[in-house]
């Protein structure tokens, strides 16, 4: 397992502000030296709080890319659809270039929105960052435990998961491979419901999806107890 440093939030205003500070000292960063920051977005409660507060930070996002970990199989007007989150609490109130938003297409049937978020992306190098809830079965992007087999690949970095334990239960997410090919990892999430989970993480014994995460750089786990 990759190292994994793990940081415990008793505030929750703590906890947001050190993640969207986490995000944005990676983007000047990123921009200054490359001129673009590649970040890959997840969906969930927590989010939510964070983009409302991630608006305020000083990022030219112009010069970034965005990326969605996964996404649900839904009607592109549903409140479930990930980028739908994104855009209301996010993009709605930020100066972004539009064109720099990569997003799976769910007016397409399950398996062409697949194969065209593959092509979107498939030339995008290493990502800067990772973010990533924490499901209360221990599931990140859509990656489940011991649901492997109700994944079917479309390419190198895209996967159909069928069947999930979760509804919707049909999502597009990008696979363990590709998610892993980034330079930092930051997982976040509220303690409560998933003791068992957060405690496995912090003593590195755990045997969920997150054990198989391998960023070139840094991996943390923000929680708030």
């Given at each position: 397992?990759?190292?994994?440093?793990?940081?415990?939030f008793?505030?929750?205003?703590d906890f947001?502000?050190?993640?969207?500070g986490?995000?944005?000292?990676?983007a000047?960063?990123?921009?200054e030296?490359?001129?673009?920051?590649?970040i890959?977005?997840t969906?969930?409660?927590t989010?939510?709080?964070?983009y409302?507060?991630?608006?305020?930070?000083?990022?030219?996002?112009?010069?970034?890319e965005?990326?969605?970990?996964?996404?649900?199989?839904?009607?592109?007007?549903?409140?479930e659809?990930?980028y739908n989150?994104?855009?209301?609490?996010?993009?709605?109130?930020?100066s972004?270039?539009?064109?720099?938003v990569f997003?799976?297409n769910?007016?397409?049937d399950l398996?062409?929105?697949a194969?065209?978020?593959?092509?979107?992306?498939?030339?995008t190098?290493?990502?800067?960052l990772v973010?990533?809830?924490l499901g209360?079965?221990?599931?990140?992007?859509?990656?489940f435990?011991?649901?492997q087999?109700?994944?079917?690949?479309?390419?190198?970095?895209?996967?159909?998961?069928?069947?999930?334990?979760?509804?919707?239960?049909?999502?597009?997410?990008?696979?363990?491979?590709?998610l892993?090919?980034?330079?930092?990892?930051?997982?976040?999430t509220?303690v409560?419901?998933?003791?068992?989970?957060?405690?496995?993480?912090?003593?590195q014994?755990?045997g969920?999806p997150?054990?198989?995460?391998?960023?070139?750089?840094s991996?943390?786990l923000?929680?708030?107890?």
């Amino acid at each position: 397992m990759f190292p994994i440093e793990s940081i415990a939030f008793d505030s929750e205003i703590d906890f947001i502000q050190e993640i969207c500070g986490i995000i944005s000292k990676l983007a000047k960063e990123s921009i200054e030296h490359s001129g673009v920051f590649r970040i890959v977005l997840t969906g969930g409660n927590t989010i939510k709080r964070i983009y409302e507060s991630l608006v305020l930070e000083d990022i030219d996002w112009n010069r970034c890319e965005f990326f969605f970990g996964d996404e649900r199989y839904v009607d592109k007007a549903s409140e479930e659809l990930n980028y739908n989150l994104s855009y209301h609490c996010f993009f709605s109130k930020i100066s972004y270039d539009y064109k720099k938003v990569f997003k799976c297409n769910t007016d397409l049937d399950l398996e062409n929105s697949a194969l065209d978020y593959e092509k979107q992306i498939s030339k995008t190098p290493v990502f800067d960052l990772v973010l990533f809830g924490l499901g209360d079965d221990g599931h990140i992007a859509s990656l489940f435990p011991g649901k492997q087999s109700d994944m079917e690949m479309v390419g190198n970095s895209v996967a159909i998961v069928k069947n999930a334990p979760k509804t919707p239960s049909n999502r597009i997410t990008l696979t363990l491979e590709r998610l892993n090919e980034t330079k930092h990892q930051l997982i976040f999430t509220q303690v409560k419901g998933k003791e068992k989970i957060v405690n496995s993480i912090v003593d590195q014994t755990v045997g969920y999806p997150i054990a198989d995460l391998r960023p070139k750089e840094s991996l943390q786990l923000f929680y708030l107890r």
